[in-house]
Nanobody, 125 residues
């Protein structure tokens, strides 16, 4: 089992940047693929980005390609989401998640076994 704690959220103006972090504890971090999801008020949770256990493959939601970058540091048990050129529509609670299917950067919510509590990102126009 793994415990996940997100940080780095906050309020930023449109066009600005934030870097989210997700620290993992418990089972060996490299045993998992990692993903980021987000949920805006009144909407379903949606996929944002994912990365395989060694960072060899990544996957992104189309609307964040070229603006967001997912990365991981297995020595620090941490996955990151660098978000640039933020837009008001990026406003949501952002969650990190861990998948035991570590070779796949899956976009499916059902593919993830463990979830963090989330961190709020608010982008003002």
């Amino acid at each position: 089992q793994v415990q996940l704690v997100e940080s780095g959220g906050g309020l930023v103006q449109a066009g600005g940047s934030l870097r989210l972090s997700c620290a993992a504890s418990g089972r060996t971090f490299s045993s998992y693929a990692m993903g980021w999801f987000r949920q805006a008020p009144g909407q379903e949770r949606e996929f944002v980005a994912a990365i395989t256990w060694n960072g060899g493959n990544t996957n992104y939601k189309d609307s964040v390609k070229g603006r967001f970058t997912i990365s991981r540091d297995n020595a620090k048990n941490t996955v990151y989401l660098q978000m640039n050129s933020l837009k008001p529509e990026d406003t949501a609670v952002y969650y990190c998640a861990a998948s035991v299917a570590r070779y796949y950067a899956t976009s499916s919510y059902l593919g993830y076994n463990y979830w963090g509590q989330g961190t709020q990102v608010t982008v003002s126009s």
